[in-house]
C-alpha cells in the first residue's frame, strides 16, 4: 500500500465499533483515532472543575484549555487528560451521564473535529464515532456503519465495563444506551446517520472476526489491502 487512507466507522453504542477500529489499526499498522473518548475525556474534566455543563460557553473555555491526547498500545487506545491517563475513570456511570449533553454542543463538536482532523492529517487512520463519514472525514477511502439489536449492544458494553472493573446492572446499562441513542440521532449537531456510501453491517449475530474480515473484503475491493 503505497498512499495513505482512512477508514470512517459509525453506529450507535455498543455496535462494535471501538473493537473493530483497534483490531483494524494494528493490522493495517494505521493510527486510531477514538473520538467517543475525547469527548468523555471532556466531561471527566468538567466533573472535576465542577463545571455547569448546561452551560456551552463553560465547557468550550475548559475544552481550550484541555490537553487530550490518544495513545495507542497492544490491547487498546488509551485516553489521557491533561498528560494524565484517563482510561477507565472515562466510562464511570456519572461521566457516561453527561457526555451527550457535552456532545451535542455545536462549538464543542467543531472544535473536536478539528482535533479530530488534525490527528488523521498525513497518516493511515482508523477514525470511530458518530459523525465520521459525514462531518470529520467525509471524504474518507472507506465508510462503515455499524448496527446491532439493542439486547445485543448491552450485553456488550456490560462486558466492557466490568473488563474495566465498573459494576452495573443490566437495566441501568439499557437505560443509558436507549438515552444515548436519542440524543445520538436527534440532536441538532452531527446527529448519528448512516451516509448513502457506507457499507451498513449488522454484527448482532456476528463475532469480532465475522466483522473483520467483511471489512478487510471491502478494503481488498477498493485496493487498500492485499496488495
Do not use: W
Not at 111 to 123: D, I, S, T, Y
Not at 180 to 185: H, I, K, W
Amino acid at each position: 500500500m503505497s498512499k495513505n487512507f482512512i477508514i470512517a466507522i459509525d453506529g450507535p453504542v455498543g455496535s462494535g465499533k471501538g473493537t473493530l477500529a483497534l483490531l483494524l489499526a494494528k493490522k493495517l499498522k494505521a493510527l486510531y483515532i477514538y473520538t467517543g473518548g475525547m469527548y468523555r475525556a471532556l466531561a471527566l474534566n468538567c466533573l472535576k472543575n465542577k463545571i455547569d455543563i448546561k452551560r456551552e460557553e463553560d465547557v468550550l473555555k475548559l475544552l481550550e484549555n484541555t490537553s487530550i491526547d490518544l495513545k495507542p498500545e497492544q490491547s487498546d487506545t488509551k485516553v489521557y487528560l491533561n498528560n494524565k491517563e484517563v482510561s477507565s475513570e472515562i466510562f464511570l456511570p456519572s461521566v457516561s451521564s453527561i457526555t451527550p449533553i457535552i456532545a451535542a454542543y455545536p462549538r464543542i463538536r467543531k472544535e473536536m473535529v478539528a482535533r479530530q482532523k488534525k490527528l488523521a492529517e498525513g497518516q493511515t487512520s482508523i477514525i470511530e464515532g458518530r459523525d465520521i463519514a459525514s462531518v470529520v472525514a467525509p471524504d474518507a477511502d472507506l465508510k462503515i456503519y455499524l448496527t446491532a439489536q439493542l439486547n445485543a449492544r448491552i450485553k456488550r458494553r456490560l462486558d466492557q465495563l466490568h473488563a474495566r472493573g465498573i459494576k452495573t446492572m443490566f437495566d441501568e446499562v439499557k437505560k443509558e444506551i436507549e438515552e444515548r441513542d436519542r440524543r445520538d440521532y436527534d440532536r441538532d449537531a452531527s446527529p448519528l446517520i448512516a451516509v448513502k456510501d457506507a457499507v451498513v453491517i449488522d454484527t448482532t449475530l456476528d463475532t469480532v472476526e465475522d466483522t473483520f474480515a467483511k471489512v478487510l473484503e471491502e478494503l481488498k475491493k477498493r485496493g487498500l489491502y492485499g496488495l
